[in-house]
């Protein structure tokens, strides 16, 4: 009898610890409530908004462009608060495409917890891991369908093209189709069965200056980036259009990547 | 006399029967489909199978799809165009592969053969997903020159589609992600191994190697088994053999990796169906086998990175005398699989 009343015992108590386990799981997160936080890529040269075909601007080598076709990859969305609370995008939710000719696509709208945030970091490309994934995990802008003229993908070579821009200009020798143009694809995410260059760059941005993020239900907070594509040519190498004309996959593409990691500047929020 | 119509009843009965049980036999052998059938003497695939769950309804979309010009821009070129399953699903009689226009690549159409195990693809190795594989031909230029989102744009305007993703997939949609899962069903089903020498290895039938054959294999597993292993007799990796530089100076390997290291090398190709497969080398620069022993034998380069195994004890190439290459061209026939490159479920229909 006595026995049996011990093991009632046992069994009620390892039942309440039981219940006490699936109780804690159930607890929601305090920042349950998510709203929308917009980040915005206002793409200019220099001093001037970037008009594409028609706009002339020159750059640190003294060579004029017009820019034909501006798109890169804005990936990996992660907020920060003053305190120190982080908040990273779900990845699914995180990959953007951002195209000069087309002005919905430069407003990359994500949820993040209701908050003051003071400091942003995204990606320019798309992460490594991504690149090696399974192809259903590839929907969206990451599918890679595209063909050659606009195609953010390289087919031969496995790999997602992370910024493409291509122009026109009057140093650039004349190509096989018969024009002066100049063609940047660069990508490169550190290669899978070889070791090759990586071309992601992480950028953080602290926004105290220009205004903090609040984002709030109801409400729809903005962080307007000016990128500056001239800093694409002008920086700690500058990239001359008559040398290089088109540069893709080469050791030379980290030049160009090591100039366009500097192109963001952010310039005020609307909350 | 009742008794003998009583007999004649149940012999007609047993025969009604045994046709009936025929039937149903002969209606079971054909829809049964195997799945991937891992070889006894094969290694694991590399291959990811647990992402792409093979069915019988997915291989025959897979098998469309790679016999399906629609593919390419102007819908003359298919898969099967450049891989041809009488010449082990690669280009017969072509040097380079013969693409949309007439256009040329710059590199001989390699097999769709056993590529279950393979860890990369290309001659170059630049694609190291099977389920990416097909978007570099069909939108090069000179293969297919076709946009990936057009091919589903056509492919959504047949029934016959809409029906074969149903089937497939379960729903109509048709998207870029379950085309590729498609063709990589079709491709990784392409299993060569009922050659002679599988037979021999798996104690099937009997076989046996005749003299020359077992003496032709005493000199491959010597002189070639460190790059063409057995049993896919390749090692998957890039080595340059010492090929003499072609005139568009092709660097291989280096192009994927742009390491000054891998300067001309390429993918150990498979010694696999040999026989239906000339010419070789990734530019199919030799049109006989004879021409590639005497390569080995007597005109090895000393280009930049030309692998270690042919340049021993101060000598270039590989010796082999006159009698060595025939009893390896003897040998090199038995890894002929004359089912693969006549079996039905494999040809176009």
């Not at chain 1, 910024?163 to 290669?191: L, N």
């Not at chain 2, 013969?98 to 256009?103: E, Q, S, V």
């Not at chain 2, 997903?129 to 589903?152: A, R």
């Not at chain 2, 021999?200 to 010597?222: C, H, L, P, S």
Request: aromatic fraction near 10%; hydrophobic fraction near 35%; glycine fraction near 6%.
């Amino acid at each position: 009898m006595k026995l049996i009343y011990k093991y009632v015992i046992a069994i009620f108590s390892l039942l309440t610890v039981l219940t006490a386990c699936s109780k804690k799981d159930d607890v929601q997160p305090a920042s349950a409530n998510k709203a929308t936080l917009s980040l915005q890529f206002d793409n200019i040269v220099g001093d001037r908004n970037l008009q594409l075909n028609t706009g002339t601007y020159k750059n640190a080598s003294g060579e004029q462009f017009s820019v034909q076709l501006l798109q890169y990859f804005i990936s990996n969305i992660k907020v920060k608060t003053k305190d120190g609370q982080e908040f990273t995008v779900p990845q699914d939710e995180s990959y953007f495409l951002v195209k000069e000719s087309d002005g919905a696509s430069q407003f990359c709208k994500v949820k993040v917890p209701e908050g003051d945030y003071q400091t942003l970091t995204f990606t320019l490309g798309v992460d490594s891991l991504r690149n090696t994934m399974d192809i259903t995990k590839r929907t969206g802008v990451l599918d890679p369908t595209g063909g050659m003229d606009d195609g953010m993908y390289w087919g031969w070579n496995s790999g997602y093209i992370f910024f493409k821009m291509e122009g026109t200009s009057e140093q650039a020798p004349i190509d096989p189709t018969g024009v002066r143009k100049f063609r940047f694809h660069i990508g490169g995410f550190g290669g899978y069965s070889a070791p090759t260059f990586n071309n992601i760059k992480t950028v953080t941005v602290d926004l105290s200056a220009a205004g903090i993020a609040r984002v709030r239900a109801g409400r729809e907070s903005n962080v307007h980036f000016l990128v500056d594509v001239m800093k694409m040519f002008n920086g700690k190498t500058n990239i001359s259009i008559a040398a290089n004309p088109q540069v893709m996959f080469s050791n030379y593409s980290v030049n160009v990547a090591n100039n366009f990691s500097n192109m963001f500047y952010h310039d005020h929020t609307e909350n | 006399m009742s008794k003998r119509i009583f007999y004649l009843i149940l012999l007609a009965f047993s025969l009604f029967i045994y046709a009936c049980k025929k039937e149903t036999n002969i209606q079971e052998a054909v829809s049964t489909f195997l799945g991937f059938q891992k070889p006894s003497n094969f290694p694991e695939p590399v291959y990811k199978l647990e992402n792409n769950k093979l069915t019988e309804a997915g291989f025959l979309l897979g098998r469309a799809l790679f016999y399906e010009p629609r593919l390419s821009r102007d819908n003359t070129i298919s898969c099967g165009s450049c891989h041809i399953q009488t010449s082990g699903f690669t280009q017969h009689g072509h040097d380079v592969s013969h693409g949309i226009d007439d256009r040329l690549g710059s590199r001989n159409s390699p097999p769709i053969m056993n590529l279950a195990w393979n860890k990369t693809f290309m001659w170059d190795g630049g694609v190291f997903d099977l389920d990416l594989q097909p978007i570099s031909p069909i939108t090069n230029p000179v293969e297919m020159d076709e946009k990936v989102e057009n091919v589903l744009l056509k492919l959504k305007q047949m029934p016959k589609y809409v029906t074969l993703f149903n089937r497939a997939f379960g729903t109509d949609e048709i998207t870029n992600a379950r085309m590729m899962k498609a063709l990589s069903q079709f491709m990784v089903m392409c299993v060569s191994a009922n050659s002679k020498y599988d037979q021999v290895m798996r104690k099937e039938n009997g076989q046996t190697f005749t003299t020359d054959e077992q003496a032709g294999y005493t000199i491959f597993k010597e002189k070639c088994s460190n790059c063409h292993s057995e049993p896919l007799f390749t090692d998957g990796a890039f080595r340059n053999n010492g090929l003499a530089i072609g005139p568009n100076n092709d660097q291989g390997r280096a192009m994927a990796t742009l390491n000054p290291r891998d300067d001309y090398k390429f993918k150990v190709p498979s010694l696999r169906n040999l026989s239906y497969t000339a010419p070789y080398m990734h530019d199919g620069r030799f049109l006989t086998l004879s021409g590639v022993l005497a390569h080995y034998a007597e005109e090895v380069q000393a280009t930049p990175n030309l692998d270690p195994l042919l340049q021993q004890n101060g000598k270039l190439g590989i010796s082999l005398t006159a009698d060595d290459k025939l009893k390896l061209l003897t040998f090199l026939k038995t890894l002929d699989d004359k089912d693969f490159v006549t079996r039905k479920d494999l040809a176009e229909q």
